[in-house]
């Protein structure tokens, strides 16, 4: 069922089959070749300042534990006691000076070694010994930060990160590029959503233009009118809430000019579509900032690109002018964890930072009226995918017309493109490309 002559038949280049949403057989499938295969992120350095910090993360169904160790090198280490197979840490975060298993309380250095054993003479005369290297928690084959984003990879062979990344490496270089210090940390803990539908659903929303006029009609009209009763202009409360309410109306633009707005699109199922902030917006004292690290025409440069969704295929997506970064994390066919981090910019004042928590809390958390649109299309998508309506899902929006560059493909936001272009490297990774 799963060969690859059968798969090829499920993902013609403008349509594909329903299959791909709802068979747990595909899923398991996709855990293995895509997740199994491709660089997925786990972090960011800022979450692991101090030697003994660690983070955790699920790729795929791989728990893993990602820390900074003495030296000061990342570690990333499957989450599993070498004695009898417990799983070490059961925090999202936190810091160490060893790993100590709730079991029978072996301990384990930051960089997996087995450190010490209770009554250890009772293994006197056995492979057990904290210098035999099968009693090491296992590494993650491999571990890369590209500027301070923290990627793993679960297969040993591939392309490396900087390769995998590709043309959308610019989009991580656009977040941390405003900043006037050149770095970013990440706020607080993250707001998770968990989504009862299949995960590449939320990846094919990320850069479709088609759906914000009819999906999020209702939040358009509720945003309209907040900033039509906004009074008292200026005051720290307003300016705070209308930064985020006005990206929600931002969602109520013609089609027109979303037609005039373009999409682009990488190999690996990577893309972005153009942006909406506005440059002038900008704070003084922001701009000012930055000009005084880089000089006023790398200012420029910097806050003249403008990018909406950046997506990273299979696991994350951001959007550098708000700061935020979004992890998707399949958990069954029907299943997907979204976690929403924020970042600070450093060197930028407290002001870029509110306007980025506004956007978060108004336009993204479990709370915002947008994203309950998202999600209502999502359920809804995947109720009528289960169903024997028709086993084949349009991908056609201007195929056709996409036009080839040299390491990339533009057209319309409104085009089905970005979704074309998921699809052809889910073929590639399931039937065994890189
Ligand atoms: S399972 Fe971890 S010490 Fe026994
Ligand atoms: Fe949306």
């Not at 803990?189 to 850069?207: D, T, V």
């Amino acid at each position: 069922m799963t060969s690859i002559e059968s798969l090829s038949r499920l993902v013609e280049p403008n349509r594909v089959h329903r299959r791909l949403y709802v068979d747990p057989a595909i899923f398991d499938l996709e855990i293995d070749r895509i997740f199994g295969r491709a660089w997925i992120y786990v972090g960011h350095e800022s979450q692991l300042s101090n030697a003994g910090d660690y983070v955790t993360a699920v790729v795929g169904r791989q728990p893993i534990i990602v820390a900074r160790h003495l030296d000061g090198s990342i570690q990333a280490l499957y989450n599993r006691c070498a004695h009898r197979g417990a799983s070490l840490v059961a925090s999202s975060s936190g810091n160490v000076r060893f790993f100590r298993c709730c079991y029978h309380g072996w301990t384990f250095r930051t960089d997996g070694e087995l450190l010490s054993i209770p009554l250890r003479r009772g293994y006197d005369g056995t492979p057990a010994d904290t210098r035999n290297p099968a009693f090491s928690m296992r590494k993650v084959a491999r571990v890369e930060s590209y500027r301070g984003f923290l990627f793993v990879n679960l297969a040993a062979e591939g392309p490396d990160l900087r390769t995998f990344l590709g043309g959308i490496a610019t989009s991580l270089d656009d977040m941390v590029d405003r900043a006037p210090a050149r770095r970013i940390a990440i706020i607080g803990r993250p707001f998770r959503i968990l989504q009862r539908s299949n995960w590449k659903l939320f990846f094919e929303n990320l850069n479709d233009a088609m759906h914000a006029l009819s999906t999020h009609e209702s939040s358009v009209d509720a945003a309209r009118l907040a900033l039509s009763r906004l009074n008292d202009r200026g005051s720290p409360a307003t300016t705070y809430a209308s930064g985020g309410i006005a990206a929600i109306e931002k969602n109520g633009i013609s089609y027109s000019t979303w037609d005039k707005t373009t999409t682009t699109v990488f190999e690996r199922g990577h893309s972005f579509m153009g942006g909406f902030s506005n440059p002038a917006s900008y704070e003084h004292s922001y701009v000012d900032a930055l000009a005084a690290r880089c000089g006023v025409d790398e200012m420029r440069r910097t806050l003249s690109v403008n990018r909406h969704n950046s997506i990273i295929y299979p696991s994350c997506a951001l959007r550098a002018a708000y700061q935020q970064l979004r992890v998707i994390r399949p958990l069954a066919v029907d299943r997907t964890l979204i976690e929403i981090h924020n970042f600070q910019l450093l060197g930028a004042g407290a002001s870029s930072d509110r306007l980025a928590m506004s956007f978060s809390n108004l336009v993204n958390a479990p709370s915002s009226i947008v994203m309950a649109d998202d999600i209502e299309a999502f359920n809804r998508v995947q109720e009528g995918l289960e169903t024997e309506g028709s086993d084949w899902i349009s991908l056609d929006r201007n195929y056709g017309r996409d036009r080839t560059e040299s390491d990339h493909i533009t057209g319309v936001a409104t085009s089905e493109l970005p979704m074309r272009n998921q699809m052809r490297a889910w073929l590639e990774y399931v039937t065994g490309g890189d």
